[in-house]
């Protein structure tokens, strides 16, 4: 009841396209989702975050949509770019913070 | 420092050895987390600390781990008979103090690599 599962486990988009990663928790009493970045030897930096009482939330090329009947998420990435190659993370908490159960991680390959 | 500083970057043992891994949060960050990453998985959380008491320990694996925070600020992992299974990348985080409840965002060090041979 604790895991969050993430889906897909790796991800090529060309230049331009729509980068789509999904996750999905069981546990109601999550309240707060974010969305972390880790580049290869780096720390993960947190990306977007979104709260159970809005559907969806963006900032500049980045989405998050959130189903909270169907208990899922996701991550949009528009007009990917070859930056945005890294590992993406979901996770989420309960008491807003702190304590993150992560998902699995997803690998972004953008192709120019 | 500016961010979040871990030490050593790698640690490289002998399995039953004993370890020390170092965190310095950001300055004035009141709650300090430790994770561990497995190669190819999600951070798994550890331990938390807020201010210098451990506000949940649930994840520490064993009795093998524990951690301190004595003066609220550096945090220190430690990690007794160390066992191959212990190899991962240990990576701590800082927050500042909840406001009204929510801690948002944690910022990451760049993780110690443990390998245990």
């Known amino acids: 009841q604790q895991q969050v599962k993430q889906s897909p486990q790796s991800l090529i988009v060309q230049k331009g396209g729509i980068s789509i990663i999904n996750c999905a928790y069981e546990n109601t009493a999550f309240d707060y989702f974010p969305w972390y970045q880790q580049f290869p030897g780096k720390g993960p930096a947190l990306l977007i975050a979104i709260r159970p009482d809005v559907s969806e939330k963006k900032e500049g090329r980045f989405t998050i949509s959130f189903n909270k009947s169907a208990k899922q998420f996701s991550l949009h990435i528009m007009d990917s770019q070859p930056g945005d190659s890294a590992t993406y993370f979901c996770a989420a908490s309960m008491d807003q913070g702190g304590k993150l159960i992560f998902g699995q991680g997803t690998e972004l390959s953008v192709k120019p | 420092g500016a961010g979040v500083s871990q030490t050593p970057s790698n640690k490289v043992t002998e399995k039953g050895k004993y370890v020390e891994l170092r965190c310095d949060p950001i300055?004035?960050?009141?709650?300090l987390y430790w994770y561990r990453q497995s190669l190819g998985q999600g951070p798994e959380f550890l331990i938390y600390?807020?201010?210098?008491?451990?506000?949940?320990d649930s994840g520490l694996p064993n009795d093998r781990f524990f951690a301190v925070r004595p003066e609220g600020s550096v945090s220190t992992l430690k990690i007794q008979r160390t066992e191959r299974g212990d190899s991962a990348v240990y990576l701590c985080?800082?927050?500042?103090?909840?406001?009204?409840?929510?801690?948002?965002?944690?910022?990451f060090g760049e993780g110690s690599r443990l390998t245990v041979l």
């Open positions: 600390f807020q201010g210098t008491g451990a506000a949940d």
């Open positions: 985080a800082s927050s500042p103090t909840p406001l009204a409840g929510v801690v948002g965002e944690l910022f």
């Open positions: 300055s004035g960050h009141t709650a």
